[in-house]
Structure formats: C-alpha cells, structure tokens
C-alpha cells in the first residue's frame, strides 16, 4: 500500500533545531556577543543595516549572527523587522557638509580645504594574511587630529561656486520626496525613488553594474570628487517647535561623483554629477551606487540608452536582493504540478511525433505494395 | 538587548500594521471593482521570502479576522512544508482556526491549484502569484506592458499561442495559461494548471491574487467570466489523465505523478489531498489502496 | 460637550477587530453588488455623518487618502474635527483630488464625472464615493448585473443623484475608468463598482 509522504511539521521543525545546533557550533566555544559582532565585523554590520534600510548596529549584529553570517539573510531579517515598525515622521535631510569626518579623500584635487583625511582605510595595506590576527592581537593605540574643528567643504561645492559643476538636484516644487517603502515603483521613476532604491541595493549587483560603465558599457567619464564618512546629526521639525530635534548621530558614507560634462544653447557647459549615500563605512556601495546614479540619468541628460546600467527598470527592478534571493530560491519550493503538466503535453507531443514517423516509414511500403 | 528583544515579541494582529492593511484593503476593493486589472500596492517585506506566497499572505492578513477557518494548501495539498509553513504563521499571527477540508474554510490560500471540490458563495480564494503580468514573458518592460492593458492590444498574446501551434502542433503553455476577465483584462491565473482554469469561470467564490514581490493585488469577483484564451481552430482543452486516482479511484481530478521504483513504476494519486481523503472516508477505492472496497 | 472631546470620542471600540469586520462587509458588498452587508462594526460620529457613514471612513480612510465632503458634512466643523481626529486624512474642497468623497444629500451630489475617474494605465486611481441613504429598499427599483451577480439582483436606494441611471450609463461607457459606490443606510451596506450594469428601462 502506498502512503503519501506526511510530516511536513515534524521535518521543518527538526530541520530548525538542526541549524539552531550548526549555529551555534562547538560548545566548548565561547558564543560570539554581539559586542564582538559590532566592535570586530563593523563593516558587515553596516552592510546589513545599508541594505536592510534600518539604522541598528545591535539589531544588525543579531541578524547576522543569527544568519550565521550569511549577509543577505541577515539583510532579510533586518527588513523584516523594519517592516513592523511604527512610523512617526520623516527627518530633515541629513547634512553632510557638516560631517564629523573620520575619512574623507578626493580624486580631483591634489589639496583642497579641510585637507585629505586617509581615516581607517584598507587602501595601500599590503594584502597579506596577518598570522597575528589568528590570536588576540592588540595593536597600538593610533594617533588622533588634534584640529575637529576646520570646516571642510564639499568638493561639489568648491566647484558649484564656480558654476563649473551642476546644481544639486532639488525636486520640483509641491513634490515630497517619495518612500520606495510605502509606494509601488511606477517607471519612469524619479530620481529621489531612485537613489533610495540604490542605497539599499544590493552591493554586488550595483558593483558589477558601476564597473560596466567603466568598461564601456556607458561611459559617463567619472571621477572620485569626493567621499567622505563620518557622523551626520539626524534632525526631525516638530510642529510645535521652532528649531528642529536632533535625533541622534548616524554614520554614512557620501561619494560625490564628478562626470562628463555637459553643455548647450541654454546650459553652459559643466560637469555633471553621480550620488551615492550609504549608511555606515562602505566605499564600495557608494561609489559603485554614484556610477549607477549617474548611469541612470542618462535619459534626464538626453543621452543614448545603450548600456544595462543606463536601464532604469532593468537596474531597479532587479537590484533588490531580499527580492532577487526569494524569487531565485523559491524554484525549490515544489513545482510538481506544474511539472506534470509541462510532462503530459511533451508525452503527447512526442506520442504524436513517433505516430508521424510511423505514418511517413510505412508510406513507401504501401506504395511498392501497391505496384 | 532585552528592550530589543522585547519590542520584537510585539506584533498586530495578522502581523500587518494597521496602516498597511488599510492600504491593501483599499487596492483589493478597487481590484474586485476592476476585475482583472492588476493594482499596484506598497507590497511589504514579510517574516518569509518573497517568491514563497508573500502576496497572498498580505491578502489573507488584510482579510482575515477571527471568524475565519483558513485553509492552506501549496500543489493541492495542505501537508507540503510551506503550506504548513505559512498555515502555523497564521495560527501564531492571527490565532485562527484552521482546517485541511475545503467545504469549512472560510479562506482558502493557495499556491499552484484550486480544489477540487467546488466552492461556495461567501468562500475568498487567495491565490499566491509569482508574475502577475500575463505579458511578461513577451515583453519585460512594465512600461510596455502598462500601455498593451490600457489599449487592450493584447495581438501579441494571440501571436505567441499561435506560434505555439505552427510549432509544436498545440499551445505549449500547460500552467499559467491566460485568460481574459469579463471581456476586458488578459490575466495570469497564476501558476495553475490549466485543467484548473474552467473552475474560475462563473465561480461562486471570490478570488484574490496577491503578488508580493511584483506588488501587485488582482481580483474576480464571484460569477464572472473568466475565459481561457483560445483559436476556434484550436479551441481551448484541458488536461485528461488516462487512468483515475490509485488511491480514490477519482476520475477528472488532477493528478500527481508518483515514481514508485527506477524500472519506470509510478502511479497517479489526487494532486488535491483533501478531495482524496474525503472520496476514500466515502468508500472509494483506487486500485493502489491496499483494501479492497466494501463489498 | 466641547468640540474636543465630540471629536475625540466615538470611534471604532476595537479598532483592529471592527476595522477587519467593516472591511469584509465592504469586500463582501463590492464583490456581490446589490447585497446588503449588515451588523458593522459602529462608531458614533457627529451628525450628520451616519455611523455607518464613519465606519467607512474609519476602515478605509488614512493620511493617504484625501477625503471630500458635500456642503452638508462639510458645514459640520464637528464633522471634520471628527474625521481629522479618527484617520488623520486631509480633507480636499476639489472633488477630482480625492480618493473617498462622503455625501449625506445624495439627491444633490455633483456629476459623478467630477470625481477622479482614474487613467486608462492606472484605472484604480478613481474615487470612490459613500452616499448616506435613507434606505436600500424603499427608492425604485434597480435591476442590477455584472461581475458578482450570477443573473439579476435588485436595488433600490433612496436618494439617490439626480439622473442617477443615466450617470451611472455614462460610468460605466467609461471602463475601465469610473467611480466606484457605496451606499449606507441604517439597513447597512450596499456597493455599486464600475461594473455593474443598470439594466430597468429608465422609467
């Protein structure tokens, strides 16, 4: 007799306390604090909290620790989470010009106020495997600016004051900025829903994109006018107060892209601009995200659309990558029934071909049977 | 981390916040008045991946109250892990009672069938939707497609089948096979079977697809015509089996194919297991039930 | 009472589990047009908004949704107190800019083609109107067909807008575009979408 496969409860419940075990590993290993998550592997923290659009190193850490370090399932859990939460208020947008900065470069001048600030940076490290870092290393204390207090203004501001490069992009007036979490995309989509849907893309698909552009792929001529990270106040209005309420500090990462320049009967020419802003300590993410801004106002600047970059549906559409992991995984959830009957149709297609085979072999015979 | 810890354990009922469940009310009343016609929402990020009925589960969390007897299947069964996935996720959000029988539920979340068993006025079906665009596939862009549904030029659709048959001598599409609500909108049934596509037409439940990645909410009101589209040299058919359930003896009901051995053994058993178990608490018998029927 | 405490009171007692009973009345009306969806979830609102008036706007109406009133409700500062305090949606004097319009003298309503009708791309886009009737059976009758009917169901609401079957005709020459209705009396809910057809010879 045959029984059908039951137990789907019993499986899925086992199968989770299985993973909770390979989580947590060795016992005789001391568990891993979320204290050492944030404090050691600050950069996947911030990852997650960039791509999980929620500004939470404790809850980030979490998240990846209970993704047993699997980036984009902890970016899941963090945009699950985030989901839930009440919303009071939109805040004012963040000033980055006046950054508490622990880094700042720029590509297009040698020297310039405020001065380059290399800041905790891998850039010029020798990529060689530290046997120190195997043990408890304690390295020496660094040293520390004595000056916080220069101002450093930005690099597109340095140039915009000499009209040399465009402005920065403001929103046609009665336009609210939109909230990609609380509208459905709707192409063409505007700039401001574009930069959002970027700062929270995936850091691997924004980075293959921007490189394509550099390859060719749409060009757009870029240089590294600037990026800087450090802490920015985050501030809300509240009607009844006259000055705005700082919330608290958050740290991004800014990269001001400064691109092929343009001009016309109207516009005199200046160079254009690529954006990126992520939360936390992550170049990478911004400058690939700037190339991609950049790439993606191609339409807006009256240049030919040639590139994949250049595609807004196509780079937005796909740059999620909670969406792009659910979609891809979910071929393993059962398809059976769909499968049989893509199975009948090609078992009738091919019952019918053999039976046309047979049709066309006898033929002749019946002929020369015939003669 | 307690107060975190603490302020996770917090959730509304139906998990949904109230404010996104009045915006999934609001695109599922102006779907059920468009029948059809697929309406953009803010789809949310759910507890389980996009592509595993996170559509549907933001329907149903936006229907659902305490009344209701929910019914989730995935391939016409209830006991398949993310049907028993996202049934316990109900019965934790939402504190439902829940049933495998079509004929007590209120709601009835599906992915890849509708039951066997016909369903009755007041019963809200709740399809989980990959690629609500039935044009998709022939054309990638929503801008392109957004137009094609407002024109109602559907000629490309029509193309596509008819190459099927100069091709292969049939319409190779056997799931998902469009159909075109009340004379008006081509839609995706989702990824049904086409045996299952006569079940919608005229049906006296409401139907709700929900696409949560694609955030997209449709509807077919109850009694409405749903048509498979078709040539009337080429008119549409649906699947037949030529032998019944092994287990219930049903015929006209889907099947699974099951591969018993690696000497090319399988038998077919109903795809919908309740219908199955309800025929065989009958008396009925397949040939592959162990015991023979009351004689 | 003060204006404050009239707006403050008289909403939804279980807002989550009323709000889901009102919304399957609504689903349940739009979805088989011509019934009547009874026993709502109620609310006490200032006159002459109905309770069951409110319980629509309390079900469906956020800050997302700018709300229309007609010179009855809109006369009413108790009214938009009230509706201010319980959704939070902003009010609009421009019938095309609404998302839900509440009328307490269906019988002078403006043209239904005021109202947002949606685009031909985006036909969900449209207004959908909640009339205060005094009653779903007492006006003449209206035989009804379309989508949730299975042959004819009737109708027969009183007040409604002036010329209503031939509005209504013109409504529905305009799908998919077109208002969606809802009509409430203290008999409960009835709901009229774009596509249900008014097939009485008008009389």
């Not at chain 2, 003896?249 to 018993?260: I, Q, T």
Request: some cysteine.
């Amino acid at each position: 007799m045959y029984v059908a496969v039951k137990g789907g409860e019993a499986a899925i419940r086992n199968a989770h306390k299985l993973l909770a075990d390979r989580r947590r590993g060795d016992r005789s290993v001391p568990a891993l604090t979320l204290e050492q998550i944030t404090g050691q592997l600050a950069l996947a923290v911030d990852r997650v909290m960039a791509e999980g659009s929620l500004y939470d190193c404790g809850l980030a850490a979490l998240a990846v620790k209970q993704a047993r370090g699997d980036m984009i399932e902890a970016i899941f859990l963090l945009r699950a989470y985030r989901t839930t939460l009440p919303r009071f208020g939109y805040t004012r947008p963040i000033e980055t010009a006046a950054m508490l900065v622990e880094r700042r470069v720029s590509a297009t001048y040698k020297d310039l106020p405020g001065g380059q600030l290399l800041g905790p940076t891998f850039d010029y490290t020798h990529r060689l495997l530290d046997p120190e870092l195997a043990g408890d290393s304690d390295p020496a204390t660094p040293e520390t600016r004595e000056r916080e207090s220069e101002a450093m203004p930005r690099v597109s501001d340095i140039l915009a004051h000499e009209g040399l490069i465009e402005e920065d992009g403001s929103l046609p007036e009665n336009r609210e900025p939109g909230d990609i979490t609380r509208e459905a995309p709707e192409f063409p989509m505007d700039r401001d829903l574009r930069l959002q849907a970027l700062s929270r893309g995936d850091e691997g698909f924004l980075l293959a994109l921007g490189y394509s552009t550099q390859r060719g792929f749409g060009r757009n001529h870029p240089f590294a006018g600037e990026i800087r990270i450090g802490e920015v106040d985050v501030e809300i209005d509240v009607p009844e107060l006259d000055f705005p309420l700082t919330l608290g500090r958050i740290r991004v990462t800014e990269c001001q892209m400064v691109n092929q320049f343009k001009g016309s009967m109207k516009v005199p020419p200046q160079f254009t601009r690529g954006y990126g802003l992520v939360f936390g300590q992550s170049e990478r993410k911004a400058m690939a995200m700037a190339l991609c801004d950049r790439a993606l106002r191609a339409s807006e600047l009256g240049e030919d659309i040639t590139a994949p970059a250049q595609d807004e549906e196509f780079v937005i559409s796909h740059a999620d990558n909670v969406q792009a992991t659910g979609f891809v995984e979910h071929l393993k959830l059962p398809h059976y029934v769909d499968f049989q009957a893509e199975l009948g149709l090609v078992r009738q297609m091919r019952r019918e071909y053999e039976e046309r085979r047979q049709a066309d072999a006898e033929k002749p015979q019946r002929r020369e049977a015939a003669e | 981390m307690n107060a975190h810890a603490e302020a996770i354990a917090q959730y509304n009922f139906a998990y949904l916040d109230e404010q996104t469940k009045r915006m999934i009310r609001r695109a599922i009343l102006k779907a059920i008045a468009i029948p059809g016609y697929q309406v953009p929402f803010a789809s949310r990020e759910m507890p389980m991946p996009y592509g595993w009925g996170t559509g549907g589960v933001q329907v149903t969390a936006s229907v659902i109250g305490p009344q209701d007897v929910l019914k989730v299947i995935d391939q016409g069964a209830d006991d398949t892990t993310n049907a028993v996935s996202i049934r316990a996720f109900f019965q934790k959000v939402a504190q439902v009672s829940v049933t495998t029988h079509t004929g007590e539920a209120t709601i009835i979340q599906t992915r890849h069938r509708i039951p066997e068993e016909p369903l009755k006025e007041g019963q809200v079906l709740v399809y989980q939707v990959p690629i609500p665009e039935p044009l998709r596939f022939l054309e990638p862009r929503e801008t392109e497609t957004r137009k094609m549904h407002a024109l109602e030029e559907y000629g490309l659709m029509h193309v596509k089948l008819y190459e099927d048959i100069a091709q292969h001598g049939h319409i190779a599409t056997t799931f998902a096979y469009p159909v075109k609500v009340e004379g008006r909108y081509v839609m995706d049934p989702s990824p049904t079977p086409k045996f299952d596509n006569p079940k919608m037409h005229m049906s006296k439940a409401l139907q709700l697809f929900g696409a949560g990645r694609e955030k997209r909410i449709y509807a077919i009101p109850p009694y409405t015509h749903v048509e498979s589209l078709d040539f009337d040299d080429h008119p549409f058919e649906v699947q037949r089996f030529e032998e019944p359930c092994a287990l219930c003896g049903a015929h006209g009901v889907y099947l699974d194919e099951v591969v018993l051995d690696d000497r090319g053994g399988r038998m077919f058993v109903c795809s919908d297991t309740d219908h199955c178990e309800e025929r065989r608490a009958e008396g009925h018998r397949g040939h592959l039930s162990g015991e023979e029927a009351a004689t | 009472m003060s204006l404050a405490s009239i707006a403050i009171e008289g909403g939804f007692r279980n807002p989550v589990f009323d709000a889901q009973s009102v919304f399957r009345a609504l689903m349940q009306a739009m979805a088989e047009p011509g019934t009547v969806a009874r026993d709502l979830g109620l609310t006490r609102p200032p006159a002459p908004l109905t309770p069951e008036a409110a319980a629509v706007a309390l079900t469906s109406c956020d800050q997302d949704t700018p709300i229309w009133l007609d010179a009855p409700l809109a006369a009413e500062e108790a009214v938009r107190a009230w509706l201010a305090f319980h959704t939070g949606a902003p009010l609009t004097a421009t019938p095309s800019e609404a998302h839900f319009a509440f009328c307490a003298e269906p019988e002078n309503l403006i043209g239904l083609e005021n109202f947002a009708q949606g685009s031909q791309e985006y036909p969900d886009r449209s207004a959908t109107l909640i009339l205060q009737v005094k009653s779903l059976s007492g006006g003449p009758e209206l035989l009804l067909e379309g989508p949730g009917i299975e042959t004819q169901r009737t109708l027969a609401p009183h007040p409604m807008p002036r010329h209503f079957t031939r509005q209504w005709a013109q409504n529905r020459a305009r799908f998919p575009r077109g208002i969606d209705l809802v009509l409430v009396s203290r008999e409960g809910m009835a709901a009229l979408p774009r596509t249900t057809r008014i097939v009485n010879q008008e009389g």
